[in-house]
């Protein structure tokens, strides 16, 4: 996941806004959004190279996501998607959670990492020490600390307020979501493919393949969409939208 938008306690009917773009490599074995069979309290996407996921819901209403930190020393060789499996498992407060994940962090490869437990929204990554809990408002999180901002986070809350402006709508989320404008000024053609929302590199192996938005209502349940592409390049509608799933939790 490279990309996660959060709206947090700014709108008293949806209080948890999420719109979250994954990219990955195209081969990597992946399920989409399901609940787990050996593990029916967990609803989320999964990786099948190491079992864990990028994002996902409980049925008991805890949320958590994951992303990758580029150009972070590798400090560990544990799943990142891990974080996010054990967090939906879990019957700790974000606050015990993240606790109690600050003396292995380092075990675990590259991460930025949020979890919700119902009340708290906390966030911790591999790169510093500590954690925090998320302030009211728009945040950003991608593919460096949180501490950190560039063109891609910036422009991302900024077209998240924008998307929000005139009410909830998770069609208008996916939409923004496909913003495929390079948002730097890269001059590796590589590179500027990557800061764009919706990353599509023409004859690449690695992009965007799936898009999730979730929404918390006041009273504790939750909406999960989750749109899916075609990634078979022989298939002349690559790139295209596969399925769009929808649960209600």
């Not at 806004?17 to 069979?37: K, Q, S, V």
């Not at 991608?142 to 986070?153: A, D, F, M, R, V």
């Not at 924008?162 to 404008?181: I, P, Q, S, T």
Request: hydrophobic content about 35%; aromatic content about 12%; some cysteine.
């Amino acid at each position: 996941m490279c990309l996660i938008l959060l709206s947090w306690q700014q709108l008293p009917d949806r209080p948890l806004i999420i719109a979250a773009n994954r990219d990955e490599f195209y081969a990597r074995p992946t399920l989409p959004a399901g609940f787990w069979p050996e593990h029916p309290e967990i609803l989320a996407g999964r990786d099948l190279e190491f079992g864990g996921s990028w994002l996902g819901l409980s049925r008991n209403g805890r949320f958590a996501a994951v992303t990758n930190l580029r150009e972070i020393e590798h400090t560990g060789e544990l799943s990142r998607g891990d974080l996010v499996k054990n967090f939906l498992l879990s019957d700790n407060t974000a606050p015990e959670y993240l606790s109690q994940l600050e003396t292995e962090k380092r075990n675990y490869r590259p991460f930025n990492f949020i979890g919700f437990d119902g009340e708290t929204l906390g966030y911790s990554n591999n790169s510093d020490t500590g954690w925090q809990r998320l302030a009211p408002g728009r945040h950003a999180i991608g593919n460096i600390p949180l501490s950190s901002s560039n063109e891609k986070t910036i422009k991302g809350k900024q077209d998240m307020d924008a998307a929000l402006y005139a009410g909830v709508d998770h069609l208008k989320l996916f939409e923004m979501l496909k913003e495929e404008e390079p948002s730097g000024q890269h001059d590796d053609a590589y590179y500027r493919a990557l800061s764009s929302r919706f990353v599509n590199i023409v004859g690449a192996d690695y992009g965007t393949r799936s898009s999730s938005v979730l929404q918390r209502h006041a009273d504790g349940s939750w909406d999960f969409w989750e749109q899916l592409y075609n990634t078979e390049p022989a298939d002349p509608n690559f790139l295209t939208v596969k399925m769009l799933n929808h649960f209600q939790v």
